[in-house]
């Protein structure tokens, strides 16, 4: 796998330009439903995901994280405020910003390289050069040996590097992903984190990153965005100024990281407190879970 | 399949488990039925049916008899018939609800309405507004198949991962593409289980329409189908040509489904990798 790391193909020259591509968000608000049973998820939130570096945002869990990545999508529409990718608002869902979902959303009646070709197909792009990335994509995330099988032949890690290959055949200028390792067991976690960053490494493209966890937060992010609890808004933002690339055993002995990871647990806790106090089970849970690391 | 493993498949243990039960039930049946020889006391209902070695030699008589043969055509026909029109009617009509809210909110509530009637409960209507007894027939084992059909369908299209859409959409599809390559994949694992279980409902509602209508329009005899067959057995006293009647259904229901099993295997092939 790291030899495919570092192999260069002249197919993708292309897509190893560096785009610069830059999200912001101002003053953003959604609720859910209506009247007196409006729910308000995302309230006053301004953030930017700024242009080739790697955006993580954490905070609690159901602390609204996951719409926040609908609008950025373009999949729902904001109540007011205004989401723009390089100046234009984001209206509808487009190749320029790929979603990666909590839970693997290939499709599972296409093999392995059916699922990666299924961009350049849906748009009518099925040309040499197309074909010619896929192989590529398949040799980089090392599935060429598994690009006839199903997805549910697959380890999820596997699936996790197979959806990243579908997303990267598209050149989307900004990465999104949602929890994307959640549900792995910590070995291919780990393995996975210190993949991804490889990749990220490669061409430093806009990505942004949603994650409930710290260690995997401060391992993978550039700049760290901080969360409030429900509704959701920037609650800080953080640069994390470890130098790349880093490697799983740096990071866990590095004094800096240590003192970002306190600095972030006492900011997370602090908003955990405060929807404890609101009698959220979810941040109870949350609160018990982070107490118990801290120790 | 190559020959070994055909071999291997019928001399598995689960196949000689399955063997074993089924000799050992006609052994049952055998010593029940001939009871009253036996015992000289008659066992309560196995002492009523005819024993299993007459049911064989009847039915030994009937394998060169062309009539019987045509019974199993004609309900194969009839069968066919109504499921093929069922699915033809029922997919497009399940996945047009799926997709369409307006089409769904009209036609729905009028479905629903419609839906819980038995299909027998349509016989006398169907025959008095249909021309020709065969097509109330059809159209009866039609409506066995239809409803399943158009459920599952429904089901199926309407419980797609929202995030397979929302991928497709961000990846750029056109509505048609997403229609073709994501609702239709997605859904078709439903289209195979409605089928399957349509197509038991039309075996069941096929025998019951042919023993009602008196076996269709050759007015019984050689065109009757199996159910007719059964049915004319009883009138005529052949008991035990009214066990070779069922079993014959046992059979040719089997075999269908068997057909749908396999016709739905090679369409989802993802499926058979769990």
Redesign the interface.
Known sequence: MNTSLTEESPALTSAREQNTSEIVAKNIYKSYGAGPFAKEVVSDCSFTIESNKLTVMIGPSGCGKSTLIQLIAGFEATDSGEITLNGSPITDPGKDRLVLFQESALFPWMTTYDNIMYGPRARGEDTKDAADQAEFLLNKVGLDAFRDKYPQQLSGGMQRRAELARAMINKPEVMILDEPFRGLDNMSKELMWEYYAGLYEEDRNTNFFVTTDIDEAIFLADRLLIMTNLPTSTRSVIEIDIPRPRTIEEVVNSARANEIKKEVMTLLHEEAMKSFSGGSKAAADFLDAYSKRAD | MSLKKFADKIFSRAALRGIVAIVIFLIIWEIGARSEQLFGYRFPFLGLVPPPSDVLVSWAGLIGDPSYWQSWYMSFLRVFGGFIAAMLIGIPLGLFMAVNKTFYGMYFPTFEILRPIPPLAWVPASIIFWPTQELSIAFVTFLGAFYTIVINVLGGARSI?K??L?????????QW?IFR??VL??T?PSIVVGSAVGMGITWEVVVAAEMISGGGSSGGGAGGGLGFFIWSSYVGGSYEQIIVGMISIGIAGYLSSELLRQAGGLL???LK??
């Open positions: 991962n995030q397979f929302q991928a497709a959409q961000s990846m750029g599809a056109s593409d390559r994501i994949p997605a078709l989802t092939p993802w990798t769990r």
